[in-house]
């Protein structure tokens, strides 16, 4: 089982629409909660940061958070054609032991085309 | 506010010969990371500097290796290329270990 879970896509909306994009983790002491957008050929932009249960919302992003059901989605309103990119669902595990592993654990990431 | 700078944004290396690349992280920012992806492909856990000292390392060879500077820039150093070494090397920085990070604009390595 990988340690981040997403589907590839393409996940494909018209403008407009609500895109959904889901991520399962496995660890489950995992703490921080991270959703990244990367275009093609640049680098990972951070878009939403999610730490405690519930939902969270910025603007047009809404990120939800179920660490009983260890399930992490990223609900996108008002579909631009511009949110077409790959996003990327990212954890930290949280402490072991005494220290932090530190690392960001990043899922493949799921494509998103928004159809104008 | 400047962000995560990468240097070089390119380089071309021949199999066999040695890779630095360098990253500046955000003023104040104490932890580096350094990611590998691949084309076409996910993002790959390679080193954590937090604090001057390597915390953790990810499933990569010895021949990648790095340091954190006094400043908390950091080098990663790529030994023997290999052709599959080919990728974008991608740095980030994080205020306190655990919490949001962000990206440099990455550098892109071929090994020819």
């Known amino acids: 089982q990988k340690e981040v879970e997403q589907n590839s896509g393409p996940l494909s909306v018209p403008e407009g629409a609500i895109a959904s994009l889901n991520c399962t983790y496995s660890?489950?002491?995992?703490?921080?909660f991270f959703w990244y957008r990367q275009y093609s050929g640049k680098s990972p932009e951070l878009i939403m940061s999610i730490y405690s249960n519930g939902d969270k919302e910025d603007g047009r992003f809404t990120a939800q958070l179920n660490k009983a059901s260890q399930y992490v989605s990223l609900l996108i309103r008002d579909s631009q054609p511009s949110d077409s990119a790959t996003y990327l669902c990212?954890?930290?595990?949280?402490?072991?032991?005494?220290?932090?592993?530190?690392?960001?654990?990043f899922g493949q990431g799921t494509t998103l085309q928004v159809k104008p | 506010e400047a962000g995560v700078t990468q240097s070089p944004t390119h380089l071309i290396k021949t199999r066999g010969q040695q890779a630095t690349l360098r990253c500046s992280p955000i003023?104040?920012?104490?932890?580096v990371y350094w990611y590998q992806q691949a084309l076409g492909l996910g993002l790959q856990f390679l080193l954590w500097y937090d604090e001057g000292e390597e915390r953790n390392r990810g499933n990569f060879p010895p021949r990648f290796s790095g340091r954190q500077f006094p400043n908390y820039s950091s080098e990663l150093n790529v030994n023997a290329l290999e052709l599959e070494d080919s990728a974008l090397y991608l740095c980030?920085?994080?205020?306190?270990?655990?919490?949001?990070?962000?990206f440099g604009q990455g550098t892109r390595l071929t090994v020819v």
């Open positions: 980030a920085s994080s205020l306190r270990r655990g919490a949001e990070a962000f």
């Open positions: 003023s104040g920012h104490t932890s």
């Open positions: 990212a954890v930290n595990p949280g402490y072991r032991g005494s220290s932090n592993t530190g690392k960001l654990i």
């Open positions: 660890d489950r002491g995992s703490q921080s």
